[in-house]
């Protein structure tokens, strides 16, 4: 990767909903440099997709909650189980395998406290052991854009 790929990429990551062109003339190649470039970052998969950024707020959706889980069953049957009841909570945004303390750290995005007690409900049909919830309270820093360097 040089340094028009990784300007490309900068580019994308403040907004890909611009024109190639427009991408383009900002870094000073041309248009099909540019497509081309895109293709190959997206072909060898540095580009994962492009999306619309949602607004969790106006869309009902104001209270953000890490949850905290424990278990006792380090097996694949529970972690499989455990997938499958994350993928059927839409409210879950993202779920990681944690070393340390934790086993699992979950980020969701619910109405309130009622909608956080439904996503509890749900959560604990996978049998586990621990599970703490803290909420934000204010958003210090939030992005999607990687550093590149």
């Known amino acids: 990767m040089d ?5 490309l990429l900068d580019a994308l990551q403040n907004d890909a909903s611009r024109s190639i062109g427009a991408i383009a003339a900002e870094i ?3 248009k099909t440099a540019a ?3 895109i293709k190959k970052l ?7 997709s492009q999306v619309a950024l949602l607004d969790a707020e106006s ?6 909650a890490y949850i905290a889980l424990r278990t006792s069953a380090h097996n694949a049957e529970w972690f499989n189980r455990f997938k499958e009841v ?12 944690m070393s340390g303390e934790l086993d699992y750290l979950v980020k969701a995005q619910v109405t309130d406290m009622a909608g956080y007690d439904r996503l509890y409900k749900q959560l604990i049909k ?6 703490s919830c803290s909420f934000v309270m204010e ?11």
């Open 3 to 7: 340094k028009i790929d990784k300007l």
């Open 126 to 131: 996978a049998e586990l052991n621990d599970v």
């Open 86 to 97: 994350l993928n059927t909570i839409p409210e879950v945004l993202e779920a990681y395998r």
């Open 28 to 30: 000073a190649i041309s």
């Open 42 to 48: 997206s072909e060898d998969g540095v580009i994962k």
């Open 35 to 37: 497509w081309r470039r």
């Open 139 to 149: 958003t210090l820093k939030h992005t999607t854009k990687l550093p590149i360097n």
């Open 59 to 64: 869309l009902g959706l104001p209270l953000t």
